[in-house]
């Protein structure tokens, strides 16, 4: 691998895991404030899929740095998402605007949305310029499981608007 590419793919590396780490970060404290069981066990979960995000992500930059080149993980195998330009639903204004819910939730929601959208962009389109194979196959990996938090925030936060709570 040419010292360009190990330097690109080292920068996008770092900013996959500041974001990740944020995630961790945001997720943790989230889950503590929540009141509702069910907002708190999808909150903690999010947050261990986010550390774990980061160590996988730490495992390419460390065999970057040792070896050169991208090495393929297991746990990056299997059928990725589509990956389309964006996830977030058209008039991102009318998140905001919640009923009969509590603010503090849907506001965790709306922050949590909008950093799984930030995520999976940077995946998808690091997957895109990917020439590795093994790059390509972890990018696409991580913007599956950015895709499957977002899906699972947009359905509670459709609960959350339309029901007044969480979704079973």
């Known amino acids: 691998m040419a ?5 690109n793919a080292m920068n996008a590396l770092e900013e996959a895991k500041c974001l ?11 889950a503590k404030k929540i009141k509702n069981p069910k907002g708190k066990k999808i909150f903690r979960q999010l ?10 992500i730490q495992r390419e930059i460390l065999n970057l740095i040792k070896e050169g080149y991208w090495v393929e993980l297991l746990e990056t195998q299997g059928p990725a998402c589509q990956l389309v330009p964006s996830i977030f639903p058209k008039g991102q204004a ?13 506001d965790a929601i709306v922050t949590g949305l909008d950093m799984e959208n930030k995520s999976y962009d940077l ?28 899906d699972l925030l947009m359905a509670n936060y459709e ?5 007044g709570g969480w979704s079973d």
């Open 3 to 7: 010292e360009m590419d190990v330097k």
């Open 20 to 30: 990740e780490q944020q995630g961790q970060a945001f997720y943790g404290e989230a």
């Open 47 to 56: 947050a261990k899929d986010e550390v774990m995000h980061e160590r996988l």
């Open 94 to 106: 009318g998140l905001k605007k919640a009923v009969n819910a509590d603010p503090n939730d849907v």
């Open 123 to 150: 995946y998808r389109k690091e997957a895109g310029k990917a020439k590795d194979p093994a790059a390509r196959q972890m990018y696409e990996f991580l913007a599956t499981q950015e895709r499957g938090h977002f």
């Open 159 to 163: 609960s959350m608007v339309t029901l």
